[in-house]
């Protein structure tokens, strides 16, 4: 009986499922075809065709043929034109074309009536009647064609669908379950993108600060997570979770996909959104390219650069030791009880004598790509291999206006410097994977990434402070990351008609910031430039180093629903553990009497021969919360159902519970008499989650979601210690207190898929945060430190607006613009709008120095309504790209920010704001053979003038400078 009610439904859904199709795709019809063929007048008699007068002027047929699935063009589709005669019979042939390159084909006929048939080898036959020509007339037909079915005895061929061209990622897009964006490699590769944070900023609704960490919809980067081909990844920053996209070369990239609604299956820490990164796949045959390029920035050449002597092997991201940290001291605290001070003053010539960069050669950017990929049969299974390297070298060098005031907006600065700093940052990585097919339902594949980035940076920072009317600083730094990441994955679908999907993962990043100098002089009464008498330490020296392992493994079981048309029910787990330990070192070099002389250079001051470099003693400046231990555990489980509605409306929902328990222990060893601060934060989780698909019709969506997610406090920001951030520039300092944010999150979305290559979409997206987590400005300690609080609140609603077009079709759609030339379909266009806006609400009394809970209900508290920090309240995006399907490839690439928040002032400090700012790239290719490509490109031709304010007044200003470059490429 369970069996006959099972099959009734099954029947039942089938029928609704089938009436509703057929009255979507008639009203349809219906609406198009105006816009496809012009009506037929039946024509009389039935013993031949039946034609008008041959007019003086013919009339055109033109159009697109199309893979209905993908939309794909279907170049050389024989296109074969009969005449009809009055009873919709076929008559004898009047000519025939092919379609050609876009699938775009054109053909001249007299007036009359026809009947067009298109024939494609492994598409059904497709056939166009009742076309009527008049003379003079244009007639229009976007053809879209169906994949002959050819029907096999249990034999199953299993692939991954193509997504690393535009048009495949709008495939994928449409038939996602949830609300996400992405770009593919073949979009990348056609413009000037060095690196995934380049690229991702190209998307709709993300900003990238800093040029590495991303902020979606405008939730900055501790609420975004990254992952990698679907598994988690350690970060190598000791201070965020976020992964700085800057160490993913754009050369190993298939594609970036930027999912923006929540789903049961993912961690429960999201926001605005998760980036999942896509390296390289597998190819059937054989693939082989070289890259090189060369380039430069116009700084480098016009403003001079300075370095200094590195390692011999920096080019590779790679210290050869020649600043690692000294053979020669103790691993112990250096200071007056354990050392005596002769012992002390030796210890200092451990350290390498340089302290100053000078004057270098203008060197010009390089780099170098290649790629490798075949495809065979193992064991006789399908399989594949794929190896893929890259490698850049680039040079900045910027002429930098810096200032840092005290406090409110009426203090004058107590620093105003002129700044000549220069930059080598290296980029290398190398990806492979391995995929095998060990059974018709069951396939295996292995990836492996290692990334190497560095900057290596030298800096002469001048000017007046509030202690002296002219000073000096030298520093010299270099910062090493790097990335080890494993991904194994498998998916078994012949289980009880289920699929049984699992990944596991580990990754170790770190992060070396070894031998970091810094030096200061400043001016006597006499006017004279001596070394810094009143700082105690005038000389200091840093080594840092930062490790992070994220270990993780997935199971997810996905079964059919039972009476119902390709639902699903999906259950998993998860676990995840994230250990870091990060420690620095920091040393100082002072001097009470009989010196010598301090107008010498440091390395003359402190040379070994020099007899008045003996009073210079070594000490000791870690401070307590330079070393800490942390970790993250993760516990989960989930249920999310997949239905699909008769009525072309698809439901994704579910639950999901998370456990997740953070520690962290801050204690310096080379700190006495400090006893170790420990926080930990647990919580228990439900998170529910709902996308809803309404498809209007087979090129429209519908989509609404509503889930609940939460963000954590970042590792370190549990302890209450204060530690110096060089590359800020002042204290960071933790807080015990912080409690985990919740979020509710309210999108919808709707787009439209007109044709190949084509997208419209408007989104509009609501999230409510109950306390957000912001850093805010102290407003009592001196100069300037920063700490994490929860808010009370936080409110963030936008827009989005998206479009991917032709200029063909824009010309097409105008009033009294006639028939778009042929030419025009060689243009594509792409535009991205967002607009975000936001409002936190923090009260002035939300850290208290103690550690202490905020006190309620104090009167004396103020609450700020501020933005978001790292917000962008408005971007655009808008690239113009030709390619003549032959040996000419352009495109022009605008971006557009509006300012946005860099850190938030309660009370006595102002906000420190990013002016916004607009950048323009070109690139230009030339295939000059099948095989040989070359590129010239052009970036930041705008070159807008960088700007950090507080209130009206600029922090910091410089120009980025225009950087060109050409490649010469090889594939085959």
Request: hydrophobic share 35%.
């Amino acid at each position: 009986m369970d069996a006959i009610r099972c099959r009734y439904r099954r029947l039942t859904v089938l029928a609704w499922t089938l009436v509703s199709g057929l009255l979507i795709s008639t009203s349809e019809t219906l609406a198009t075809e105006p816009l496809a063929m012009v009506s037929a007048a039946k024509l009389s008699g039935d013993a031949s065709p039946s034609v008008e007068a041959v007019a003086d002027k013919a009339g055109v047929v033109r159009g697109h043929v199309r893979d209905v699935e993908s939309g794909a063009p279907l170049e050389y589709t024989n296109i074969v034109f009969h005449y009809q005669y009055e009873d919709g019979r076929r008559g004898s042939q009047a000519g025939g074309t092919m379609a050609l390159n876009g699938g775009f084909f054109v053909h001249r006929v007299e007036p009359g009536t026809y009947q067009i048939s298109f024939l494609y080898i492994g598409y059904e036959k497709h056939i166009v009647g009742d076309v009527q020509i008049a003379a003079g007339s244009e007639v229009n037909l976007d053809i879209q064609m169906k994949v002959k079915p050819i029907v096999l005895d249990q034999y199953v061929v299993q692939g991954d669908a193509i997504k690393n061209t535009a048009q495949g990622i709008l495939t994928e897009k449409k038939k996602s379950a949830t609300v996400s964006d992405a770009i593919s490699a073949q979009e990348i590769a056609r413009g000037t993108d060095s690196d995934a944070a380049e690229a991702v900023e190209r998307v709709t609704g993300v900003s990238v600060v800093d040029g590495k960490y991303v902020f979606v919809r405008g939730l900055g980067d501790r609420y975004s997570a990254t992952l990698l081909n679907g598994a988690s990844l350690a970060s190598p920053e000791p201070d965020k979770r976020t992964i700085p996209l800057d160490i993913f070369p754009a050369g190993l990239l298939d594609n970036l996909i930027i999912q923006k609604t929540y789903t049961p299956d993912m961690d429960g820490e999201f926001g605005g959104g998760v980036i999942n990164i896509k390296t390289l796949g597998l190819v059937e045959g054989r693939q082989f390219s070289q890259k090189f390029s060369l380039g430069y920035n116009e700084n480098v050449y016009n403003d001079g650069y300075i370095g200094y002597e590195g390692g011999s092997t920096d080019f590779l991201a790679r210290d050869d030791g020649s600043r690692e940290f000294p053979s020669g001291l103790p691993p112990v605290r250096l200071d007056r009880s354990e050392f005596s001070r002769p012992e002390l003053r030796e210890l200092k010539y451990s350290f390498k004598n340089q302290w100053t960069p000078d004057v270098r050669d203008r060197t010009p950017n390089f780099g170098y790509g290649g790629h490798f990929a075949q495809g065979f049969r193992l064991f006789g299974r399908p399989a594949g291999v794929l190896a893929s390297t890259s490698l850049s070298n680039s040079y900045t060098s910027e002429l930098r206006q810096e200032l840092d005031y005290p406090g409110s907006l009426t203090d004058p600065p107590q620093k105003d410097y002129e700044v000549q700093q220069s930059a080598r940052s290296v980029l290398g990585g190398v990806t492979g994977a391995l995929n095998l097919q060990i059974s018709n339902g069951s396939r295996l594949s292995y990836n492996v990434l290692h990334t190497r980035s560095s900057d290596d940076q030298a800096r002469i920072a001048q000017g007046s402070t509030d202690d002296t009317d002219y000073a000096r600083e030298y520093q010299l730094s270099y910062v090493e990351r790097r990335l080890l990441a494993h991904v194994a994955q498998g998916s078994h679908g012949s289980i009880l008609e289920s699929r049984l999907d699992w990944t596991a993962s580990s990754t170790r990043a770190e992060r070396d910031e070894p031998d970091r100098r810094n030096v200061l002089y400043e001016e006597d009464a006499e006017g004279n430039l001596l070394l810094s008498g009143r700082e105690q330490f005038p000389f200091q020296r840093v080594y840092g180093e930062s490790r992070e392992t994220d270990r993780s493994f997935k199971l997810d079981w996905e079964f059919p629903v039972p009476c119902t048309l390709e639902s699903t029910f999906k259950v998993g787990g998860t676990y995840r553990e994230r250990l870091r330990d990060s420690s620095f070192r920091r040393f100082g070099l002072s001097c009470a009497f009989g010196c010598g002389d301090r107008s010498e250079n440091p390395e003359g001051i402190l040379d070994e021969d020099n007899p008045d470099s003996m009073p210079w003693t070594i000490q000791e400046l870690t401070r307590p919360n330079d070393s800490y231990d942390a970790s993250l555990f993760v516990r989960a489980g989930y249920g999310m159902l997949d239905l699909r509605i008769p009525g072309n409306v698809r439901v994704n929902g579910g639950v999901r519970i998370e456990e997740g328990e953070q520690f962290v222990e801050a204690l310096s060893p080379f700190v006495d008499g400090t006893e170790p601060e420990v926080a930990t934060l647990a919580s228990v989780d439900y998170l529910p989650a709902l996308n809803v698909t309404w498809s209007l019709t087979p090129a429209q969506n519908l989509r609404a979601s509503h889930s609940r997610s939460i963000n954590r406090p970042e590792l370190r920001e549990l302890s209450p210690f204060s530690a110096f951030n060089y590359e800020l520039g002042y204290n960071v300092t933790g807080n015990p207190t912080l409690q985990i944010a919740k979020l509710r999150s309210y999108d919808l979305r709707w787009e439209m898929f007109p044709g190949f290559g084509q997208y419209v979409s408007v989104s509009g997206f609501y999230k409510w945060i109950e306390d957000p987590i912001q850093r805010i400005v102290l407003p009592d300690v001196g100069n300037r430190a920063e700490v994490p609080v929860n808010g009370d609140t936080a409110l963030i609603r936008g827009f989005e607006v998206e479009l991917k077009t032709t200029l063909a079709d824009i010309v097409g759609v105008l009033p009294f613009a006639g028939s778009p030339s042929p030419f025009l379909q060689n243009f594509g266009l792409s535009f991205n709008h967002s607009r975000v806006h936001s409002e936190v609400n923090t009260r002035s009394n939300a850290y208290q120095p103690d550690g202490s809970e905020p006190p309620e209900g104090d009167t004396s508290a103020v609450t700020f309504v501020t933005p978001l920090i790292g917000q962008v309240d408005r971007a655009y995006n808008l690239g113009l790209f030709y390619d003549s399907r032959g040996a000419l490839e352009a495109s022009v690439s605008l971006k557009v920010f509006s300012e946005r928040l860099n850190s938030l002032g309660l009370g006595v400090r102002p906000d420190d704001y990013q002016a916004g700012q607009t950048f323009l790239d070109v690139a230009l290719g030339w295939r000059m053979t099948r095989r040989i490509k070359w590129k010239l490109s052009a970036e930041n031709l705008t070159d807008e003038r960088f700007e950090r304010l507080e209130g009206e007044r600029i922090t910091r200003a410089y120009d980025l400078g225009r950087t060109f470059g050409a490649s010469l490429s090889y594939s085959y």
